[in-house]
Each structure stands twice: as C-alpha cells, then as structure tokens.
C-alpha cells in the first residue's frame, strides 16, 4: 500500500435503534470498504506478528489473560488481519482458526501471511452464526473483534459458548461500555458526559439518504454479564486497562489525555464450565 486509502466518509451520525439484518448489512460493507484503511492506519501498532487487546496496548505476551495455550486448539473471534492469530502461530500452540466477516480484512491476512511466511488459516463468516460443530475449541479470543458491531449481543455469546469445550476460555475486549455517554472524541472536549449510560440505541454513520454507512452497539456492564451468565459462562475477571505513560498513539475515541482518567476499554475473562 503505498497510497494513503481513504475511510468510507458519513454524511452525518445519529443514535438510533437498528434491526440486526440492517446492522449486519452495514457492518460487511463498511468493513471491506475500510479495510485498507484500517491496516494503512493501524498496521504498525498492532505488528504483523502482534497480540495488541486494545488502543491501551495491552500485549498478550505479558498479560497472557488467555493462560496456558499450549497444545490449544484456538478460535479468533472477528481477526481482521488476523495479527493475533499469528503471533500464537508464532508462539508455537496446537492450532488456530481465525474468522471475520470481511472478505477484504482476510486479504489483508492472507498479504501478510506471505510477507511473514506465517500462515492463519481463516474463514469468513458471521459470528451470529458460527460454522462450526459444538464444543470444538479449547479457548475463544476476540480483540475488538465483532461483539462492539453485532446488536443481540447475548446471540453471539451464546454461539461462541456453544463452539467452545467444557474447560474452556473465552477472553474479549469490547469498547468499555461507559465510553458510550461521552463523545467519540479523546481530548478534553471529550471528557462532558452527552448521553445516557443506560441510551442502548446505536451509534449509527449514515449517508445522505439515511442508510448506515457503519454501527456500534452500546451495552452496558450489566449487559455484558448478563449475557455471559445466560450462555452459560463464568466470569472470572473483567479487566480495565490503564492508560500506559509511554503510550502517545491516538486511536479513533482512545488516546492519552481522556485515558488518563476514564476507561476505553474493557475485557472480560471467561470459562465454560
Ligand atoms: C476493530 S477490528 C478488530 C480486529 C483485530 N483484532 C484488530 O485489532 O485489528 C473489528 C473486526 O471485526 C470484524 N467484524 C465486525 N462484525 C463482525 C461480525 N458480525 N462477525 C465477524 N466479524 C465481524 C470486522 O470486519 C473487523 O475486522
């Protein structure tokens, strides 16, 4: 890539409630469409062969929230470039599957895979609706992958609980669900609360007729509980990453003057029993 690519630009943005086919329907768009974009912007942060759960910079190779994956057959949960997947390639465990519902996201992949001679076998798919038999992964990862864009939030955590183990691990990272009532803005004009916590409508960018162009679904601490305990999940930890000294990198909504005192993100430790 050596021409700057360019985002899908929004002729405004709204917070409303959306059907999960119209969601669905935006979110592959706007993701093939943003995907070179995102790798050009983003490539260099979360490296070719790289574990990054969010802008904070949180790195498996020391927070190692997945625990001990040797031998681990591993699903990844909306991979993009599939950089996570790599590096547990690289880390030597048993196997991964990596999937996400952007074609133009496992390209980026696949380009990689030949640059680094690390091969992650991918498959697009939608994680409301998972192509694989029940109970057949030892732990389920997802960085950012999927769970902000899909609306029934509690489906999806049902579907990955029903692939994975007992014994399993589940771990993902989400947009920490109090970053909703401020604007999507990381310096101090980002720092007045605008909405309410408890506003579950979607943050939509929509073209000039209205249709959406790209959406985020807001759920609260409550919410994601909920839907892990009714999938039948245990939560063993949610963590909320500080905001590292040594990190200037400014991602979207994330960066160091808002991170500073309010969390950008949240992740939740999970196990089926
Ligand atoms: C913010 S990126 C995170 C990917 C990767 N971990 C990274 O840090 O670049 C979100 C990814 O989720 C994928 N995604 C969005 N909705 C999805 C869905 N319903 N099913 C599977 N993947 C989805 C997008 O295509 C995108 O690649």
């Known amino acids: 890539m050596n021409e700057e690519p360019e985002y899908p630009t929004p002729g405004g943005v709204e917070r409303r409630s959306m059907t999960t086919e119209e ?3 935006a979110g592959r768009r706007w993701w093939d469409g943003a995907a070179d974009a995102y790798q050009f912007e983003h490539g260099d942060f979360l490296r070719d062969v790289g574990f990054v759960w969010s802008p904070e910079g949180v790195d498996e190779a020391r927070a190692r929230l997945l625990g001990d994956v040797a031998g681990a057959r591993i699903l990844e949960i909306g991979c993009g470039a ?6 547990l390639r690289d880390q030597g465990v048993g196997e991964v599957v990596a999937f996400d519902v952007s074609l133009r996201q496992l390209q980026h992949s696949r380009r990689i895979d030949e640059q680094t001679g690390l091969r992650v076998p991918t498959v697009q798919a939608d994680v409301q609706r998972l192509p694989f038999a029940d109970a057949s992964f030892d732990v389920a990862f997802s960085a950012f992958g999927a ?8 489906a999806a955590l049902a579907e990955t609980a029903r692939v994975l183990k007992p014994g399993g691990r589940f771990v993902f990272s989400v947009t920490h669900p109090i970053r909703w009532c401020f604007p999507d803005d990381p310096t101090e004009h980002g720092m007045t609360l605008r909405q309410s916590y408890f506003d579950r409508r979607a943050y939509v960018e929509e073209d000039e007729h209205g249709r959406a162009l790209y959406a985020e679904h807001h759920h609260t601490v409550g919410d994601w509980i909920r839907g892990l305990v009714a999938a039948g999940l245990v939560v063993r930890d949610m963590v909320e990453p500080e905001w590292p000294e040594d990190n200037d990198q400014v991602w979207g909504g994330w960066g160091p003057v808002r991170g500073r005192v309010l969390p950008g993100t949240a992740i939740f430790v999970t196990t089926r029993p």
């Open 23 to 25: 969601s669905a329907t």
């Open 147 to 154: 769970f902000p864009f899909v609306p029934a939030a509690e």
């Open 82 to 87: 599939g950089q996570c997947s790599r590096w």
